[in-house]
């Protein structure tokens, strides 16, 4: 375990990389001895940094959500970050690829949550009757620190979130079946990634009803109004300055951004 003037320093690393643009040595290097509780540890003392800044806490994400991804991690879990108010952005923006590191795109859909939601106990349907609206949504990930990467890595680095896009229709839960949203991802016009949602742990909503319940651990829920991204049902996309990208889910909308 990280001593508390430890997990500090490692949340102050990752600060630097951001306002520099220049990923830091790995936090599993410099520190070794740490462990997953270190890595959130990490990550609430970064976001208290941020907040303290002017951000505000918008909602989640949640990420490692394949069987696959967790094996190449050595999880048995997914993982989690926050998502802030700064980072959120709309159909059609056009986004500075500079304020990124190495930036890399994954289509998810986002929950917004109609009611507060708390564990433990939670489960799919509780999450259903919970949420207010369904949409698109694009994530952007990033990596603030050296690679390769541990996963106490990915943690403490607010799980690799960058930054979210929203777009396409607004749907209520219960419209269709949101596990076979299907889309596809293109990059300059040319298709490179399809997927559909029930690769998500079988189901979009299941891995928030894992959040609320880690959350409950720690003291925190979902808040009305929140957003929270599910998780990715695309393996992720490098992306660059000039880059047009468009994420087709079909009769659920489209979402279209260029990075400048």
Request: proline content about 5%; overall charge negative.
């Amino acid at each position: 375990m990280m001593t508390e003037e430890e997990r500090r320093l490692g949340a102050e690393s990752i600060l630097k990389a951001e306002r520099e643009g220049k990923p830091v040595v790995q936090l599993s290097r410099t520190f070794p001895h740490m462990e997953i509780e270190d890595a959130y540890r990490v990550q609430d003392l970064w976001a208290q940094a941020r907040i303290a800044n002017g951000a505000r806490v918008a909602g989640h994400k949640i990420g490692l959500t394949s069987r696959a991804m967790q094996m190449a991690s050595k999880m048995t879990e997914p993982d989690y970050g926050r998502i802030l108010d700064d980072a959120l952005f709309n159909d059609g923006a056009q986004i500075p690829a500079a304020r990124f590191i190495k930036p890399r795109l994954e289509v998810e859909l986002a929950f917004v949550m109609g009611e507060d939601l708390e564990g433990p106990g939670v489960r799919i349907y509780d999450v259903m009757r919970a949420t207010e609206f369904v949409v698109p949504a694009l994530e952007i990930i990033d990596y603030r620190t050296e690679v390769p990467r541990a996963i106490v890595d990915t943690i403490a680095d607010n799980a690799a979130f960058a930054a979210i896009v929203v777009g396409g229709r607004v749907i209520r839960p219960m419209d269709i079946d949101i596990r076979w949203v299907g889309a596809t991802l293109s990059k300059n016009g040319i298709i490179e990634e399809s997927g559909v949602s029930a690769a998500i742990m079988g189901h979009p909503a299941a891995g928030i009803a894992w959040l609320v319940n880690k959350l409950s651990a720690v003291g925190a829920k979902l808040e009305k109004g929140q957003i929270v991204l599910a998780g990715s049902f695309t393996r992720p996309v490098d992306i660059a300055a000039g880059d047009v990208i468009t994420a087709d889910y079909g009769p659920v909308g489209a979402i279209s951004v260029s990075f400048t």
